[in-house]
């Protein structure tokens, strides 16, 4: 018996580390530009707008095909059943014999030589979405690029938060034991005791929320990124020592105006409306080619009775074909492109003026960002001292538990705020390069 349940438990033991109760996980360190780059190649969200650019650069070359002549060939045999004619009373039927044999052949050619400039204006106007699906692919990288940060930067957050709990859960763990061996020697209340213990288990419990946090964390970032599943983040420790550019407002808002996928799509789109007008303008433009020809049927039906030969024929000349109802039809067309044209740069306008608000926001963000670091330095520095002073009253028997809290407490809220004020500033820093397109 005992040896079947050693048996059993050694056989569950390599089941679980084989994979069968979870899956094996590595831990990686992975900078952000690793993490972009995984992202170009594997992330599922950024695929769209690369299928999308590539169709569109198919459709551009479709479209300046369309300068190429057109040649058309048809070839076909058949059957010819037997005809009759009548007076145009209908009476007087007589049996008309036709050859039961026929035969066609023709192949024809149209080369455009004029069309109103409908055929530059269909290649400009594919080449410009051509260009709106770059810009919108630079869009989507750019948005997946920031929150991927976002996670990126959380996940170092929450690390270095973890690591402040743990430090402070030792040093109340600590204090604990010291409290309770006062206790045994009389000179603590119970009381105190159980408010300390308190304490650490509210600290234990957002240990445990810190933990669970960073496994979200963890896998949105991962599957964003198109990582290998399993794969846990380590980010860059030497994230906090980078060094960051300290240009003014005016040098992020002029490299905004030059970057910013937004206003280089809001551009293209007046470019695409501008083009629209030149299409239709183009259908009130007469369309001229040169036409190529050549046809070989038979047996020749127009002749009573019909001929069973064989007619070949070729011919070249130019043909001219214009809409008259364009003269009535294509009017609106115009006006309506103009309208376009014109919401068109009221967008740009508009994008123009949200980039540079957001360009604006954000630098007072990130200017403040290191503010807040300054002050949270100094918030830490007082809070340590104060603990420190705290701690040795306490155990004089000079200070009261609830100092002790409260002094536990304010040194934990101020190394996080630490924490986060570290964090914000790069985190703004990559907020401003996203805004202005650099990301």
């Known amino acids: 018996m005992n040896n079947h349940r050693l048996l059993t438990g050694l056989l569950a033991a390599v089941l679980c580390s084989g994979g069968v109760c979870g899956h094996a996980r590595s831990t990686v360190v992975y900078t952000l530009d690793e993490i972009f780059a995984a992202a170009e190649k594997g992330s599922v969200l950024l695929r769209p707008s690369l299928t999308a650019e590539t169709a569109s650069a198919i459709e551009l070359d479709a479209a300046r095909r369309s300068r190429l002549p057109e040649i058309n060939a048809s070839v076909s045999v058949g059957y010819n059943g037997d005809g009759f004619t009548t007076d145009?009373?209908?009476?007087?039927?007589?049996?008309?014999?036709?050859p039961h044999f026929n035969n066609v052949a023709a192949v024809e050619i149209m080369q455009p030589v004029y069309a109103g400039g409908a055929i530059s204006g269909a290649i400009e106007m594919a080449s410009h979405k051509s260009t709106a699906a770059r810009f919108a692919t630079d869009m989507a990288r750019d948005d997946i690029r920031f929150r991927l940060t976002g996670f990126y930067l959380d996940i170092y957050k929450y690390r270095n938060l973890r690591g402040v709990m743990e430090k402070?859960?030792?040093?109340?763990?600590r204090v604990l034991d010291d409290m309770k061996a006062r206790h045994a020697e009389g000179m603590a209340l119970r009381n105190d005791i159980t408010r300390y213990e308190l304490l650490l288990s509210n600290m234990e419990l957002e240990l445990t929320r810190i933990d669970n946090t960073l496994v979200i964390l963890n896998s949105n970032l991962v599957s964003m990124a198109g990582l290998p599943e399993g794969t846990t983040v380590l980010p860059d420790s030497s994230l906090l020592a980078r060094s960051l550019g300290m240009e003014g407002e005016a040098t992020w808002q002029e490299v905004a105006r030059d970057n910013a996928p937004s206003l280089k799509l809001a551009s293209t789109a007046v470019d695409m409306s501008r083009t629209g007008e030149k299409l239709a303008k183009s259908e009130l433009m007469p369309h001229v080619g040169i036409q190529a020809g050549w046809n070989f049927n038979g047996p020749i039906l127009v002749e009573v009775p019909p001929i069973n030969r064989n007619l070949g024929y070729w011919y070249v000349?130019?043909?001219v074909n214009y809409s008259l109802s364009s003269l009535y039809k294509s009017n609106r067309k115009v006006a309506a492109a103009k309208a376009r044209t014109l919401e068109a740069y009221d967008n740009l306008s508009a994008s123009r003026l949200n980039v540079e608000l957001g360009v604006r926001a954000d630098y007072i963000r990130y200017c403040e960002a290191y503010e807040e670091l300054r002050t949270q330095e100094h918030s830490v520095e007082l809070a340590d001292r104060n603990y420190a002073t705290t701690s040795t009253r306490f155990a004089e028997g000079m200070a009261l538990i609830t100092d002790q809290l409260d002094a536990a407490n304010s040194k934990?809220?101020?190394?996080?705020?630490?924490?986060?004020?570290?964090?914000?500033?790069?985190?703004?820093?990559?907020?401003?390069?996203?805004?202005s397109g650099q990301i």
């Open 88 to 98: 145009r009373h209908f009476s007087d039927y007589q049996k008309a014999p036709i």
């Open 412 to 435: 934990l809220d101020a190394e996080q705020r630490l924490v986060n004020a570290r964090i914000n500033i790069i985190y703004y820093y990559y907020k401003l390069l996203f805004t």
């Open 317 to 319: 000349g130019v043909g």
């Open 168 to 173: 402070n859960i030792t040093l109340a763990t």
